[in-house]
Each structure stands twice: as C-alpha cells, then as structure tokens.
C-alpha cells in the first residue's frame, strides 16, 4: 500500500525556517513535489539530479530527498506571511520532475504552516 505522510508544519513567524518531511512507503517513484493546496511549489526528480521551483520561492526554499529512508524534504527559510497554506507531498511514477499537479498521483494527506508577519 502506498502512503506518503507529511509533518514538520507548523507556526512560526515571518523570517523563521521549517522543514517539512514527506515518508513515502509501499513503493519508490520517479518524480516527487510539493504544492500549497494545488499550487506547485517545487519539485525533484528520483535522485535529485533535477530540481525546480515557483519564482515565488527560488533561493528561499531548498526540495531534497534521501533514498536510503525514502523521505522528501522541503527546507523552507526567510518564510513570508504568503507561504501560509497546506503542504501537500506528492509523486508521480512518470520521469520527472513535474511541476504539474495532474501527472501526480499519489498525495499526503498535508501539512500546515502558517507565518504570522
């Protein structure tokens, strides 16, 4: 059974850093992302060779993955009031990455942040 279980969201205020987890379990994909509700925010290809994200985040969020525990991260600094939202993990078993929300299957069931100014 598939499952990808988001955490790490949270409170925090303008200017702080978090750091959401996605555990993937029940099977390895090629393209995993995050997207606030059906925003895309950013994206990685299996190995993390390729990478993308939202102008919006560029140089403020960092999207990793570890293969040995099967886990994306997302490391998120400098937050903004407008990165409020629900973090949603997803994959895709199509080479990615994608920064599409249709080509992506498989979804967490979310995070929360919320950044107060």
């Known amino acids: 059974q598939v499952q990808l279980v988001e955490s790490g969201g949270g409170s925090v205020q303008a200017g702080d850093s978090l750091r959401l987890s996605c555990a993937v379990s029940?099977?390895?994909?090629?393209?995993y992302a995050w997207f606030r509700q059906r925003e895309f925010v950013a994206t990685t290809s299996w190995g993390g060779?390729?990478?993308d994200y939202a102008d919006s985040v560029k140089g403020r969020f960092t999207i990793s993955r570890d293969n040995a525990s099967n886990t994306v991260y997302l490391q998120m600094n400098s937050l903004k009031p407008e990165d409020t939202g629900v973090y949603y993990c997803a994959a895709s078993q199509r080479m990615g990455p994608f920064a599409r929300v249709d080509v992506y299957g498989s979804w967490g069931q979310g995070t929360q942040v919320t950044v107060s100014s």
């Open positions: 029940g099977r390895s994909f090629n393209a």
């Open positions: 060779a390729s990478t």
